[in-house]
T-cell receptor, first 112, second 117 residues
Framework: SQQGEEDPQALSIQEGENATMNCSYKTSINNLQWYRQNSGRGLVHLILIRSNEREKHSGRLRVTLDTSKKSSSLLITASRAADTASYFCATDGGGSNYKLTFGKGTLLTVNP | GAVVSQHPSWVICKSGTSVKIECRSLDFQATTMFWYRQFPKQSLMLMATSNEGSKATYEQGVEKDKFLINHASLTLSTLTVTSAHPEDSSFYIC?????????????FGPGTRLTVL
């Protein structure tokens, strides 16, 4: 079952602005990952944050994790039209259980 | 990075026929592969976990006789949709788990769009 909830479900911004997407989950996790999916395509892995980490950066991406609130955020700075896609968070339970549970996703539209 | 391919990328079939979708890890061996299903504008739902040399583990609510999974080698898993019906039309995505890195990352295929007429 899906445990992740992304917020907002859809986000429309202008090029150059920052985009923030949030994800909440319900059970304990080992890792939380963010993926991007362009329309009708497969998933592209963006970044992974472990349960003992609070913040991670990769290029224009910044991910935070608050395990006490069971939530994560993905910030894309200086957005570009090419960032238009759906963004999903996915959690895994760790140990031998690497099954991923995906959130519902946020559809980001970056207008040129 | 690790590459996973799927074949075919899209398929249209008549109701009642069976369709086979292949998932291959191209440059690494994957003892575990996963099959997901995605309906339009929705998230990915895990259907089953495919382990090389053993029976697949299906998620609750997924009919194992409907969705046959065969993980015959360390680089190939197949999903066969048997007696397909229009409600089986969906985007099917596989992923392969790579144990070589610091964590067991899943690498996703590009997906297969199935349309059942």
């Amino acid at each position: 079952s899906q445990q992740g909830e992304e917020d907002p479900q859809a986000l429309s911004i202008q090029e150059g602005e920052n985009a923030t997407m949030n994800c909440s989950y319900k059970t304990s996790i080992n890792n939380l990952q963010w993926y991007r999916q362009n329309s009708g395509r497969g998933l592209v892995h963006l970044i992974l944050i472990r349960s003992n980490e609070r913040e991670k950066h990769s290029g224009r991406l910044r991910v935070t994790l608050d395990t006490s609130k069971k939530s994560s955020s993905l910030l894309i700075t200086a957005s570009r039209a090419a960032d238009t896609a759906s963004y999903f968070c996915a959690t895994d339970g760790g140990g031998s259980n690497y099954k991923l549970t995906f959130g519902k996703g946020t559809l980001l539209t970056v207008n040129p | 990075g690790a590459v996973v391919s799927q074949h075919p990328s899209w398929v249209i079939c008549k109701s009642g026929t069976s369709v086979k979708i292949e998932c291959r890890s191209l440059d690494f061996q994957a003892t575990t592969m996963f099959w997901y299903r995605q309906f339009p504008k929705q998230s990915l739902m895990l259907m089953a976990t495919s382990n090389e040399g053993s029976k697949a583990t299906y998620e609750q609510g997924v009919e194992k006789d409907k969705f046959l999974i065969n993980h015959a080698s360390l680089t190939l898993s197949t999903l066969t949709v048997t007696s397909a019906h229009p409600e089986d039309s969906s985007f099917y995505i596989c992923s392969a788990q790579d144990y070589r890195g610091q964590y067991n990352e899943q690498f996703f295929g590009p997906g297969t769009r199935l349309t059942v007429l």
